[in-house]
């Protein structure tokens, strides 16, 4: 798709428009209305203050690292630098690679920090994850509202009026829309729409950056963050992006030069409606303490870049991740459901199978390499750097190489048992055949592991 949009573009570059045009409220409103923007005076000092702190502690503590992600067969490194933190035992997956979250302070688990500093940042940033929950409840209530009554009452229009043309002012929601009333059958996929289980933490200094991918539809300049959708998130669900650039006199002086477009030195929030070459793109500053909320289908729907400017630059994305096969409960589970085919005989101890059959051994062997190829080797490939924040995840990694080692000898049974024991013909050529697969996987994978 991207090839084909470039070759219809040729040498030509798509329009966008910046808040300096005058069209670029009527477009919000009309293409990007999911995209609800706050600058920073909406948001209370002392969580700025703390969260900010925040970042600079971890970045003092070097707990930002560049990942190795495959795209299409290939691995790259990252221009920018990351950490996820979030619930515990909590993990998000982009681009083939699993991130592990170092816990933010949870009732009930026993969580050590390698500093009082470190604790105080990933505390500040539950307190912004709680922050920005409220906010975006608030946003898709008045979204609700919107999508839901035909807009008669003049009210409600001059509300809608009101949400584009304060887009860059204080408080582009008024104060009683916290209180609209939705029904009570949303609540619940309000909060599973909202409940931020994890956030991705980025820093870039764009000028200790060698070589920047340059934007390619509308020429925007210098990208952090090339065009996407952002992956592995629940269906709908908000993102919220609160971004701290460092400004300083750097900025101040290009401003004054006049810029035609959105101005390089500072950072931008680029969208545009996904393969589409007939609507304007969006750029959006991004200060200091500023921040943004993509709702419903967005994500979905548009794409989205970061444009890099000329300071340092941290965000804090908070995001409801889909973990519904990325959480330590959940492998556990896996490994207990494989496991209860091994049994002990209770004389000489000795190891077997309950079962040969294939659908049995099919499950445990796909379990075997979801454990070894999803957690443990993504782990331990890039694992030991979370040990500048805490060592939380070495128990739960220890606990899960037990259970691969016991899943190593349930396929050794199997091996075994098919050469020795006289079956019905079909039977041990379908359990052959299914094993056989899982192994052939399982050998590809640990070849391009030990590549990686």
């Given amino acids: 798709q991207k090839r084909k949009l470039l070759e219809e573009l040729g040498e030509s570059r798509l329009p966008y428009v910046t808040p300096a045009d005058a069209n670029f409220h009527q477009l919000w409103k009309t293409k990007y209305s999911k995209l609800i923007f706050r600058k920073s005076d909406t948001v209370p000092e002392e969580l700025h203050q703390m969260v900010q702190e925040g970042f600079l ?46 816990p933010w302070p949870t009732e009930g688990y026993d969580i050590k920090y ?10 500040a940033l539950i307190r912004l994850n709680d922050y920005l929950h409220g906010e975006a409840v608030k946003a898709l209530q008045g979204q609700n509202l919107f999508e839901t009554k035909e807009i008669k ?5 001059d509300r809608e009026k009101s949400f584009a043309a304060s887009l860059m002012e204080k408080g582009s929601v008024s104060e009683d829309q916290s209180s609209w009333c939705v029904p ?24 200790q950056m060698l070589y920047l991918k340059q934007e390619p ?104 991740a889909d973990c519904s096969r990325g959480t330590l409960e959940y492998i556990f589970g896996r490994c207990e459901l494989a496991l209860q085919n091994l049994q002990t005989n209770s004389d000489s101890k000795a190891l077997s199978l ?25 782990f331990w490939f890039q694992g030991k750097r979370y040990l500048k924040c805490t060592d939380w995840w070495l128990k739960p990694m220890a606990k899960l190489e037990e259970f691969w080692r016991k899943l190593e000898i349930m396929t050794s049974l199997v091996l075994s048992e098919l050469r020795k024991r006289e079956q019905i013909k079909e039977q041990r050529k379908e359990t052959v055949s299914c094993l056989l697969l899982a192994l052939t996987d399982r050998q590809r994978l640990r070849q391009e592991w030990t590549a990686r």
């Fill in 57 to 102: 502690t971890l970045r003092k503590h070097d707990c930002f690292f560049q990942d190795l992600v495959r795209i299409k067969g290939k691995d790259f490194v990252t221009p920018v630098s990351r950490i996820l933190i979030g619930n515990p035992g909590c993990t998000y997956k982009y681009l083939n690679t699993r991130l592990f979250a170092v």
């Fill in 114 to 123: 390698c500093s009082p500093e470190i604790h105080d940042a990933c505390k």
């Fill in 153 to 157: 009452d003049t009210t409600v229009i």
């Fill in 184 to 207: 009570e059958d949303d609540c619940l996929n309000l909060k599973n729409r909202t409940s931020y289980n994890v956030t991705l933490l980025n820093y870039m200094d764009p000028l």
């Fill in 217 to 320: 539809y509308f020429g925007m300049g210098n990208m952090a963050v090339s065009w996407h959708h952002d992956e592995n998130l629940v269906d709908r669900s908000t993102v919220a992006v609160y971004s701290y650039s460092c400004e300083g006199s750097t900025k101040e002086e290009i401003n004054e030069q006049k810029v035609k477009g959105r101005d390089p030195a500072v950072w931008h929030i680029g969208l545009k409606v996904a393969w589409d070459i007939e609507t304007p793109g969006l750029a959006v500053p991004l200060h200091q303490g500023d921040f943004y909320l993509m709702l419903d289908d967005l994500n979905m729907t548009h794409q989205h870049c970061v444009l890099a400017g000329f300071s340092p630059r941290f965000s804090s994305t908070h995001r409801v």
């Fill in 354 to 378: 309950k079962s040969l059959e294939a659908a049995v051994v099919k499950q445990a062997e796909d379990i075997h390499n979801e454990v070894e190829f999803e957690w443990l080797r993504q």
